[in-house]
Each structure stands twice: as C-alpha cells, then as structure tokens.
C-alpha cells in the first residue's frame, strides 16, 4: 500500500483491487477487480461488490451496501442517518450507542451520477442510473433513470 493511503487491517480487500492516493478505508470489504479513486473514504459495515468503480472525492459511509457492476461518480455522498445529532439528552457527544445506522443499497450495475447524494434506508434498483447532481430521497426502480432534487422518475431504460 501506498504511503498516502489509510487502510486498516481489518479491511477486507478482493483480489486485483485499485486504489489511487489519499484514500480512507476501514472495517469494509471491497470485492475483486475494483477501483477506488482518490479521496474516497469507505467506512466500517459497507461493502462494496466486485467491478466496481468508486470514483474520487465519494463518502460511503456505515450501512451502504453496494453490490458488483456498479459505479458511483465523483464526488458521491451517502447518509445514514434521517435525524443525525451532535449531542445526546444529556448534552454529551453522541457515540455509536446513541443511534442506529440506517441501510441503504446500491443494486447490481446500477450507476450513480457525480455530485449526487443518496440518503438512508433507500435502494437504487439493478441497473438504475441517477442523473449527476440528484438527491435521491426514496427507493429507484430497476431499470430506470432517475435525476432531479428530489430525484424523479424520468424513464425506464430499454436498450443497454
């Protein structure tokens, strides 16, 4: 590994898998053949399939599922939290006990413009893709494309 990347020991790295500079990784698993580009940090619990492509500047936090085939453009940003807090009641910093994390998956082949944030406990369905720069706030359908703020259905893919 490169001197100006952090990987933890518990990553969990596939075979043949890119990564650029200045990346962030830990506590995740990143299946075969898939390139990490610069600035992207992957935290602990996500995954992320086989052939992929996580393009630079992307934040896949806790909770994100993202299955083969798919890619996410630059600067992509995944939530998983509807109501994040810095404090708890008690006036303290919050800390893992004090909230759950909420899932979200990125189905098999689907694409994810750049500049696009995905919010918790949505899928993005096989093959979809989001328009760059959307806010994807509820579940895409396989096979369409999305795009907006919100995202919109615009229409289903028929020919690949």
């Keep these: 590994m490169s001197e100006f990347c952090c990987i933890a020991p518990d990553v969990k790295l596939g075979q043949d898998v890119r990564l650029s500079k200045f990346i962030n990784l830990y506590g995740c698993a990143i299946g075969d053949h898939t390139k990490i580009g610069a600035f992207v940090e992957i935290q602990k619990n996500a995954t992320v399939g086989k052939n992929c492509k ?7 936090c806790e909770g994100v599922s993202i299955e083969d085939d798919v890619f996410i ?3 992509v940003t995944f939530i998983n939290d509807s109501y994040p807090r810095a404090t708890a009641a008690d006036g303290q910093l919050q800390t893992e006990k004090d909230w759950k ?14 500049g696009s944030t995905i919010l918790s406990n949505v899928t993005i369905g096989e093959n979809a893709i989001v328009g760059a ?6 579940d895409v359908p396989a096979n369409s494309i999305v795009a907006g703020n919100p995202a919109k259905f615009f229409r289903t893919i028929t020919d690949k």
């Design 73 to 75: 453009g630059h600067g």
């Design 54 to 60: 996580i393009s630079s500047h992307t934040f896949v």
């Design 101 to 114: 994390v909420e899932r979200t998956c990125i189905k098999k082949g689907a694409s994810i413009g750049s």
């Design 133 to 138: 720069g959307s806010m994807v706030t509820r």
